[in-house]
């Protein structure tokens, strides 16, 4: 099997689009956080656009994403990686690196697809949860070949506008839908 670290060196070197930074490669995140065994592959759309520090495994900042997980999965903030870890679940997003606006993520996205099929190829999860049109999108233009995919809001937008289906969104991520 080809090691996850092959996908981190990947978006190391890639030089296809303009980005801030690269956080799946700054935080190691193919070497420190795929749990063994994958069940599922959450993919939700990017890092925080800007320049900005946050990011889901940036546990020396505060994230929003990961502060609505923590309310989803019942988890103080600082315990949400490891829970997701502890249930086979690997989060991870569509467009890999940090875009410098909202206004490139389409072409960023597009340019992404390679990487996501990479990911696929190696992680070999069973199944894959896309969060948002961006991460649907993308995984929409991926052979899936005999794996399950579910499709939901962004927890985010879950937050924000339908806030009474925390439950539902906790039930997809856990594969209990």
């Not at 960023?108 to 990479?118: D, P």
Request: glycine share 4%; aromatic share 8%.
């Amino acid at each position: 099997m080809t090691s996850p670290k092959v996908i981190q060196d990947y978006i190391k070197n890639c030089k296809k689009c303009v980005v801030v930074d690269k956080p799946p490669s700054i935080f190691r995140i193919y070497e420190r956080y795929v749990p063994k065994p994958l069940k599922t592959l959450v993919i939700s759309e990017s890092p925080p656009p800007g320049r900005k520090k946050n990011y889901i495994y940036n546990l020396g900042e505060g994230d929003r994403l990961r502060r609505v997980l923590a309310k989803v999965f019942e988890v103080p903030e600082e315990n949400v990686i490891d829970f997701l870890m502890r249930q086979g679940i690997f989060w991870s997003t569509a467009i890999k690196c940090r875009p410098i606006s909202k206004s490139k993520l389409e072409e960023m996205r597009r340019k992404c697809v390679e990487v996501l099929k990479l990911e696929l190829s190696i992680l070999k999860p069973r199944r894959v949860v896309a969060l948002g049109k961006v991460a649907i999108k993308s995984i929409s233009e991926v052979p899936l070949a005999g794996i399950k995919v579910i499709e939901y809001y962004h927890p985010l937008y879950v937050v924000r506008f339908r806030r009474s289906e925390l439950t539902v969104l906790r039930k997809v991520l856990l594969g209990r839908e």
